[in-house]
């Protein structure tokens, strides 16, 4: 069965830091309850949230991901616009920043999650995890009446 385990890709994909297969996440980020977590993780049971208001420091990287934001699309406003007048910049960045929130949220919680929470891949967990049946068994196949 392949599996995401031990990947780099389990953060971009928002999953557990411990198992690497539970979703962090209810829902899609571009549901309008984008900001709902598990509490739990739904693979593993791994506990989200390590301590009361541990996802406060998340406003902080969030805010670092809202100014390279503001700084690349100025960039690249200045760049491919050929330095326009002030209201693009001001129109660029703020959209560009709005439409990135679910995101930028997101990620700043996952910063949060794996690098502050002191939970670590732990491969036993994901092999039991993996090796769990996903699915109901398949129905019988219907017997012709004859
Ligand atoms: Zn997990």
């Given at each position: 069965?392949?599996?995401?385990?031990s990947?780099?890709?389990a953060?971009v994909?928002?999953?557990c830091p411990?198992?690497?297969?539970?979703?962090v996440?209810?829902?899609?980020a571009?549901?309008?309850?984008f900001q709902?977590?598990?509490?739990?993780?739904?693979?593993?049971?791994?506990?989200?949230e390590?301590?009361?208001?541990?996802y406060?420091?998340?406003?902080?990287?969030?805010?670092?991901?809202s100014m390279?934001?503001v700084?690349?699309v100025?960039?690249?406003v200045?760049v491919?616009?050929?330095?326009p007048?002030?209201?693009?910049y001001?129109?660029?960045?703020?959209?560009?920043?709005?439409?990135?929130?679910?995101?930028?949220?997101?990620?700043?919680?996952?910063?949060?999650?794996y690098?502050?929470?002191g939970?670590?891949?732990?491969?036993?967990?994901?092999?039991?995890v993996?090796?769990?049946p996903?699915?109901?068994?398949?129905?019988?196949?219907?017997?012709?009446?004859?």
């Amino acid at each position: 069965m392949a599996t995401t385990s031990s990947s780099p890709l389990a953060f971009v994909a928002q999953r557990c830091p411990r198992c690497h297969q539970g979703r962090v996440f209810e829902t899609s980020a571009f549901s309008p309850r984008f900001q709902q977590m598990h509490t739990s993780c739904p693979a593993c049971g791994l506990h989200y949230e390590p301590e009361p208001g541990f996802y406060w420091g998340a406003m902080y990287i969030s805010y670092a991901f809202s100014m390279a934001i503001v700084v690349a699309v100025g960039i690249a406003v200045f760049v491919l616009g050929h330095d326009p007048e002030a209201w693009v910049y001001i129109l660029a960045v703020t959209l560009t920043t709005i439409l990135l929130v679910p995101l930028s949220f997101r990620y700043s919680r996952m910063v949060m999650l794996y690098l502050f929470a002191g939970f670590d891949y732990d491969p036993a967990v994901a092999a039991e995890v993996a090796s769990r049946p996903t699915a109901a068994p398949p129905l019988p196949a219907p017997e012709l009446v004859g």
